[in-house]
């Protein structure tokens, strides 16, 4: 959607970055596939190794710059002649280096043989699944018990909650769209708050700025030795801290790629809070420095994954069942899903292109599966 209203490089223009599928052929110098293994390819299909950011795996922060799926610029010599513009996983083949190229755990087709079908819900996690796998283990909700915000319910906040809720923590949707709250609870969020609910938002910001996070945070007074216990029971403070606590934010996602105050999302985060920009908006954005210096409050950008991080996402998914809700579709309703998209759309689905439909949606006949094309594309 990004690439087709603002970002495009050039023209033709095929994408697909969330990627599944299976090897149907290595080179001379390949180690770690072979032909049959189910892999998934994301974002990235080369960089240039040698980097700081390339020699610690996260090779989406390049300093010579990353090679993407599609709209990129070969320039290694690893991902096709250089100086060509790269085309993604909307096609019925592709090439790409083994270190993009991850290996799906054996059972990701099932006890049938490999179809787009069993494949479809591994797609979507090599770019909204890394997206927010990645900042959520970076700061600390792995270990549990932390309180996230989500920001966003589409493709990326769907996936945010899964992956939080599945860590733990106790988790906060945040939309512009009251009609996802059923479909947010489902997936795991305990709380949804509207955000175009301007005086329930300005409630909640004034309950946290008034936050005492636990009993162990009252104040000791200068009549009291500072090891004494502290009788908070039935004060004025204790409840606050009972209604505030369910404010606070330790991590929020901010998931949405349009313009938006991220300053209420800011006042909402508890001290020491890290709100984490993953949408892409080419806007800029405001921010008290005061609502940070007084709080040691962090506002930071994240960009999907590297290998590593990839590689942990992909385990944690499949080890714990946790995996996007997928509607497969065929190549001829590929433009029928982008309308949907961008009309805001409410289906909490990732649709996931069956690329064995392309050749004969491209002929205009009816859709169908092929005998030798089994790879799926999120869309």
């Not at 589409?154 to 909650?161: I, N, Q, R, S, T």
């Not at 899964?162 to 860590?167: D, F, V």
Request: hydrophobic share 40%.
């Amino acid at each position: 959607m990004h690439f087709v209203k603002e970002l495009a490089a050039s023209y033709p223009l095929t994408p697909g970055h969330e990627i599944a599928g299976v090897v149907t052929k290595v080179g001379r110098n390949v180690t770690k596939l072979r032909v049959g293994d189910s892999v998934a390819v994301g974002c990235m299909v080369d960089s240039c190794f040698g980097c700081r950011p390339c020699r610690s795996f996260e090779e989406q922060y390049c300093v010579n710059g990353a090679v993407w799926t599609y709209g990129g610029e070969t320039k290694y010599g690893r991902a096709g002649p250089d100086g060509a513009f790269t085309h993604g996983g909307y096609s019925d083949a592709l090439v790409a280096n083994q270190r993009f190229c991850f290996k799906l755990p054996s059972d990701a087709h099932g006890d049938e043989p490999k179809t787009n079908a069993s494949l479809a819900k591994y797609a979507p996690l090599l770019c909204a699944g890394v997206t927010t796998f990645d900042p959520l283990v970076r700061y600390g909700c792995v270990a549990g018990n932390k309180r996230v915000g989500v920001c966003g319910f589409g493709g990326l906040g769907m996936m945010g909650v899964k992956l939080a809720s599945s860590m733990h923590c106790d988790v906060v949707v945040l939309s512009t769209s009251p009609q996802k709250k059923d479909s947010a609870l489902t997936m795991g969020a305990s709380d949804f708050w509207v955000t175009t609910d301007a005086k329930a938002m300005a409630e909640l910001a004034e309950l946290a700025k008034a936050r005492i996070a636990a009993k162990e945070d009252f104040p000791v007074h200068g009549w009291q030795h500072p090891d004494a216990p502290r009788d908070s029971s039935g004060s004025a403070s204790q409840k606050n801290d009972d209604a505030s606590d369910r404010v606070c934010l330790d991590v929020i996602l901010d998931t949405v790629s349009a313009p938006h105050d991220i300053s209420a999302l800011v006042d909402l985060l508890a001290p020491d809070g890290t709100l984490v920009l993953l949408g892409l908006d080419t806007h800029p954005i405001s921010v008290s420095q005061n609502s940070l210096v007084f709080s040691r409050k962090v506002v930071r950008g994240s960009l999907i994954a590297g290998t590593k991080s990839t590689e942990a996402c992909l385990e944690w998914c499949a080890s714990r069942d946790v995996f996007p809700e997928v509607r497969i579709i065929g190549a001829d309703e590929a433009a029928d899903a982008l309308k949907a998209l961008d009309k805001k759309n409410d289906a909490p689905v990732r649709y996931v292109i069956d690329c064995a439909t392309i050749s004969q949606a491209a002929k205009g006949t009816a859709k169908g599966t092929t005998k030798t094309a089994k790879r799926s594309a999120a869309a």
